[in-house]
């Protein structure tokens, strides 16, 4: 079993920036690769960002290319989420996960973090 932990999520203006961390606990010398989810009200739970735990390499949904960047601390069991010019249509709850059951951009993974709220103004 993998337990994750989101933090960093709030409110910010259009053009800011803000960090999301996800902190992993339990098997996690087991882990594949993590990504972030988002779902805003009324929409589906979509694919952000994810990462190859192993090799650092990460991939983007189009909507976020450039923007955000996806990191990982090994050492601390950690996966990171840099979101840069930030706008109103980024409001959703931001979900991170671990290992997925197909590929990294399904939402089919077997472990999932609670959630935290980013809040983007206009």
């Known amino acids: 079993q993998v337990q994750l932990v989101e933090s960093g999520g709030g409110l910010v203006q259009t053009g800011e920036s803000l960090r999301l961390s996800c902190a992993a606990s339990g098997r996690t010398w087991a882990m594949y690769a993590m990504a972030w989810f988002r779902q805003a009200p009324g929409k589906e739970r979509e694919f952000v960002a994810g990462?190859?735990?192993?090799?650092?390499?990460?991939h983007y949904a189009d909507s976020v290319k450039g923007r955000f960047t996806a990191s990982r601390n090994n050492a601390k069991d950690t996966m990171y989420l840099q979101m840069s010019s930030l706008k109103p249509e980024d409001t959703a709850v931001y979900f991170c996960?671990?290992?997925?059951?197909?590929?990294?951009?399904?939402?089919?993974?077997?472990?999932w973090g609670q959630g935290t709220q980013v809040t983007v103004s206009s």
């Open positions: 990462i190859h735990w192993g090799t650092g390499d990460a």
């Open positions: 996960a671990a290992d997925p059951q197909r590929d990294l951009y399904s939402d089919t993974y077997d472990y």
